[in-house]
């Protein structure tokens, strides 16, 4: 059975840090991109960060460059997001989902990515 279970949110002050964890299992994860993704209410989902299978490739997108970094560690089937500097605009349930290898690409296409956790919330307070 595939699960992917996001842990580490919480609530945190602007200026704060956060590292979130997305632990895989039912499937051969070091095959699969990660990406991670967050929702505020009323909001659309968007694409966060993405690394590719073999953690060579890193995207992260504008709005958290310079602040946030995504990594994963294989032997642990497990992809992380570190977050620091963080705003209240980063209030947001976060999600990590898995996209196969070949589907992988850097940019903010969510198209691929078939396997979702169920999310965490993280919030901010100014």
């Known amino acids: 059975q595939v699960r992917m279970v996001e842990s580490g949110g919480g609530f945190v002050q602007a200026g704060g840090s956060l590292r979130l964890s997305c632990a895989a299992s039912g499937f051969t994860f070091s095959g699969y991109g990660v990406g991670w993704f967050r929702q505020a209410p009323g909001t659309e989902r968007e694409f966060v960060a993405a690394?590719?299978?073999?953690?060579?490739?890193?995207w992260h997108a504008d709005s958290v460059k310079g602040r946030f970094s995504i990594s994963r560690d294989n032997a642990r089937n497990t992809a992380y997001l570190q977050m620091n500097s963080l705003k209240p605009e980063d209030t947001a349930v976060y999600y990590c989902a898995a996209v196969p290898g070949y589907k992988f690409r850097v940019g903010g296409s969510m198209s691929g990515y078939d396997w979702w956790g169920q999310g965490t919330q993280v919030t901010v307070s100014s």
């Open positions: 690394v590719s299978p073999n953690g060579g490739t890193l």
